[in-house]
């Protein structure tokens, strides 16, 4: 019962910082004028994706859980995509990209493109070349988030350009100074970061009682835990009229979760990480990238209705996470 209490006390706090954390980005996207899109990638979406950054270092050099890493990361992609279709439920009667910014299916085509990498990486990692203990691949992954993130900022400040829209929301807060904007996120990123890093524990000890693999742990509850800051920010923001930063923190936290993978990578100094972890976890990489495709579909198409109170790229999404974790219950 005392793990139970902490972790809901672990999610209320995460729940109010959160809610906090989207306002204030959505008007440092306005103060500073670099868009909805390019915060929501770069400034929230590293944020709320700290916890699989401290969660994965912990298992790999404190606990030797090369398995747990991995599968934290890549069930963290794969609960990040179906956030989605979670917010999609709560967009009305509007499929959520309607009105949206295109330049997210750079992020999102990004995404597939690391995720290809790392499900190639674990197919072949025994046999790929590495620098030292380091896959040459992990620095590869490091590379691609770098020039991700420039050419999502490069896209961005040119529709800034030519695109008005987004000048004339900024007096939308002109009552808040970018100096209080700056501290206030500040502050709030501080209190997501230490209530969400103790969640993996937690989700560590409640699955320990259970006696699945590190692999399901990992993907599910692990990845579930270190994922609600992600979820929080993400209907907080759509609640918020701000859209744009919401789709930016879902595709760019799954960016940034390749960039953790890349750097527990170099803390596991056994050798390469793939390498040391299951096989099985080119299933949830395969799912994340046939997730951030249909997404793209659904950001390309801009379907006007929904047939439910889900569109149908949402009820893709929904369908291809609950297989894939299926999938890798039986492979237990």
């Excluded at 706090?13 to 980005?25: M, N, P, T």
């Excluded at 674990?122 to 070349?129: E, I, K, M, Q, R």
Aim: with cysteine.
């Amino acid at each position: 019962m005392l793990i139970w209490f902490q972790f809901l006390l672990c999610t209320a706090i995460i729940v109010y910082a959160g809610s906090r954390l989207s306002k204030y980005g959505d008007i440092l996207a306005e103060k500073t004028g670099l868009g909805r899109v390019w915060v929501g990638v770069l400034l929230i979406a590293a944020v709320t994706s700290l916890p699989e950054l401290i969660s994965g270092a912990a298992a790999v050099t404190a606990y030797d859980l090369p398995d747990l890493a991995v599968g934290g990361v890549l069930g963290s992609c794969m609960f990040n995509l179906l956030i989605l279709s979670l917010v999609d439920a709560l967009a009305g009667r509007k499929p959520i990209y309607v009105g949206v910014n295109e330049g997210h299916v750079l992020s999102a085509g990004f995404g597939v493109l690391l995720l290809g990498l790392i499900g190639v990486n674990l197919y072949v990692a025994g046999t790929l070349p590495a620098v030292g203990w380091v896959c040459a691949f992990t620095f590869l992954y490091a590379a691609l988030y770098l020039v991700a993130m420039r050419v999502v900022f490069l896209y961005h400040r040119r529709r800034i350009a030519v695109v008005v829209r987004e000048v004339a929301e900024e007096l939308q807060y002109e009552a808040i100074s970018l100096r209080r904007a700056i501290g206030a996120y500040a502050v709030n990123a501080v209190v997501i970061i230490a209530a969400a890093a103790y969640l993996p524990h937690l989700g560590e000890a409640i699955a320990a009682q259970t006696g699945l693999t590190q692999t399901f742990v990992g993907n599910f509850f692990v990845a579930l835990a270190t994922s609600l800051p992600e979820l929080v920010v993400t209907v907080a923001a759509v609640r918020l009229g701000a859209v744009d930063l919401a789709l930016g923190n879902l595709f760019g936290s799954n960016l940034f979760n390749v960039a953790v993978l890349a750097l527990d990578d170099i803390l596991y100094v056994k050798g390469p990480l793939l390498a040391a972890a299951s096989p099985h976890h080119l299933v949830s990489a395969c799912a994340a990238i046939a997730m951030t495709a249909t997404a793209i579909v659904g950001l390309t198409y801009r379907q006007i209705k929904k047939p439910f109170f889900l569109a149908w790229d949402s009820m893709g999404i929904l369908a291809l996470y609950f297989a894939g974790q299926a999938i890798l219950y039986v492979l237990r």
